[in-house]
């Protein structure tokens, strides 16, 4: 066995132990641990006289109870962590001015039916390890406002997708393929004018978004359809596919908030850029291509008579300046361009908390230059629900469907106008470390060709240490 499928074997075996033992808790644990906290309903306190003299009526004190010890899975099911923040040592750090955060996902996929190929087994089994680390400059250097960012992955196989789907978009969004490390961000941010404004320069991925008023914003991000490891995992339903952002690289961005419902965001980006490279053997050659994208949006928040309800209505615009060969081989596309739309609103809170309970909806659409690309439009759309479930106030479910308009160049060589896809997932707040999320994606004309409608389910299992 090879040390990587070892790595690998240790890596699951480490994942379904945890499982387990959290799973044991729940099911012996739980119902005994909340009966001991609340005594029973037709319980009534006992009343104990008190012995008073003549002189001076004083009640007797009657000492509080003890707490109860908190046991060892008790601690376990409530904390953020795995570890704890690493047993400690994260969180002194943290005073420090330094946050480290290690998360680890893992997906198993197969396709039931249709695709290129039912029984072929390679891919069904990904992972993707995250660490993340924050330098919080004011704390450590006393530059108010400043933070170094790094974002590190590590990951293995490519999916089901390449072997077995042949999808345009892929059912899988986070499948990088064997790399063992590698770093995707490294930038610097500063804020200036009490936090309205956010410059980033370094290697960045543009598809991270900031948060404001609790809903991501800044390229084509979305609160419902946008965290590939926690809600819709098809590429369709995590960014609009009409947008080809560069892969991360050096870029520079602004975001600007001149009102707490209103703000602009600008990006130029490397736009032959290598997630494996640091990019400056492209972004300064003679031959460099800038990639540039627009965005303003509004985050209005609605009344109703559950609290607000929280809206994001954002519109962009994005240019590559590099020159791409049309579709039909008749000529070459320069200074390509497309617009885009993602809006996504609250539409209903289960109660007067901001537990996050309720029902949300959300939409996107985009275009492109139908000579020079693929896919010449997109548009999706679907729900989410916190807390459908009775007494699961954290489990998030979610419908999503998707549709994106191929290029109709005889070149281009699909057979069909369309690749559509219909995704359900259901997102198990096991702990607040551990989501175990099933899922079921249906994909009908994967590919854009002859091959037949794929139904491929899967599970994800996401544990932050």
């Known amino acids: 066995m090879s040390h990587r499928a070892k790595w690998q074997s240790l890596v699951v075996r480490i994942s379904v132990v945890a499982i387990m033992l959290v799973a044991g808790w729940l099911i012996v644990g739980a119902a005994p641990c909340l009966a001991a906290d609340q005594p029973p309903a037709a319980a009534q306190p006992a009343v104990v006289p008190l012995a008073v003299t003549p002189a001076a009526a004083q009640p007797v004190a009657t000492p509080a109870p003890a707490p109860a010890p908190t046991g060892f899975f008790d601690d376990l099911a409530t904390r953020s962590s795995l570890t704890d923040h690493f047993f400690g040592l994260g969180k002194a750090a943290s005073d420090a001015g330094v946050d480290v955060s290690l998360g680890l996902t893992q ?55 390449p072997h077995a789907v042949g999808s345009l978009t892929g059912v899988n969004n986070w499948a990088f393929g064997d790399h063992s490390v590698w770093v995707e961000q490294l930038y610097y941010e500063q804020m200036f004018l009490n936090n309205k404004v956010f410059v980033r320069v370094g290697k960045i991925d543009l598809t991270d978004g900031f948060r404001m008023c609790d809903c991501p914003v800044a390229f084509d991000g979305n609160s419902y359809a946008n965290n590939k490891f926690e809600q819709f995992v098809n590429g369709a339903l995590v960014d609009n596919p009409t947008i080809p952002f560069p892969q991360p690289g050096l870029a520079a961005v602004v975001h600007v908030q001149p009102l707490e419902w209103w703000y602009v965001s600008m990006a130029a980006a490397d736009g032959r850029g290598q997630f494996r490279t640091n990019g400056l053997d492209t972004t300064f050659d003679d031959d460099a291509r800038i990639f540039s994208l627009y965005e303003t949006g509004v985050t209005p928040r609605m009344p109703s008579c559950h609290g607000p309800l929280q809206g994001a209505y954002r519109i962009g615009f994005w240019n590559d300046q590099g020159s791409r060969r ?34 949300g909806a959300f939409f996107r659409w985009g275009t492109d230059n139908a000579d020079a690309y693929a896919i010449k439009g997109f548009w999706s759309a679907g729900l989410q629900y916190q807390g459908l479930i009775p007494s699961r106030d954290k489990d998030v ?38 989501q175990i999320i099933p899922d079921i994606q249906y994909v009908a004309h994967p590919g854009g060709g002859a091959t037949s409608d794929a139904t491929v389910i899967g599970l994800r299992v996401q544990i932050n240490f």
Not at 128 to 157: A, K, M, P
Request: hydrophobic share 35%.
């Open 107 to 161: 997906a198993y996929q197969q396709v039931l039916n249709g695709g290129t190929s039912v029984h072929n087994k390679a891919g069904r089994y990904a992972g993707l390890y995250e660490l993340e680390v924050n330098f919080h400059l004011e704390q450590l250097l006393g530059i108010q406002g400043g933070r170094i960012r790094s974002l590190t992955f590590g990951s293995w196989s490519s999916g089901v997708d």
């Open 326 to 359: 049309d579709l039909d081989g008749t000529g070459i596309s320069n200074n390509n361009f497309g617009l885009y739309v993602s809006c996504d609103q609250k539409l209903w809170n289960e109660n007067d908390t901001k537990d996050g309970q309720g029902l």
């Open 397 to 434: 479910t979610g419908l999503g469907f998707a549709s994106s308009r191929l290029a109709d160049s005889p070149l281009a060589g699909f057979t069909q106008n369309n690749e559509s896809v219909v995704e359900a997932y259901y997102n198990i707040m096991l702990t607040p470390w551990c």
